[in-house]
Nanobody, 115 residues
């Protein structure tokens, strides 16, 4: 059974940092491209960051310089370190695994940036 379980979200003040984690199981994690997306009400889900392998990453323009995606294939976990958070970063953050024709989503974790 495939599972992607996100954690680490919460309520933080502007300028704070958060580290999101996504624990994967039920598939060969190292084969998959791992990504973080986010979504706010009424808007489409958007890509935040993607990692193919260590050192091969992509970031949304809005997050460049403020976040780092990483993966630990031994732990089947992908991380998203976010710094200097802004109110506009408030969203539900989703973990995604993709390989060929197969894709999986986590249930999401809420990040709220507010003073």
């Amino acid at each position: 059974q495939v599972q992607l379980v996100e954690s680490g979200g919460g309520l933080v003040q502007p300028g704070a940092s958060l580290r999101l984690s996504c624990a994967a199981s039920g598939f060969t994690f190292s084969n998959y491209v791992m990504s973080w997306y986010r979504q706010t009400p009424g808007k489409e889900r958007e890509l935040v960051a993607r990692i193919i392998s260590v050192g091969t990453t992509t970031y949304a323009d809005s997050m460049k310089g403020r976040c780092t995606i990483s993966r630990d294939n031994a732990k089947n976990t992908v991380y998203l370190q976010m710094n200097s958070l802004k109110p506009e970063d408030t969203a539900v953050y989703y973990c995604n695994a993709w390989y060929g024709m197969r894709g999986y989503w986590g249930q999401g974790t809420q990040v709220t940036v507010s003073s």
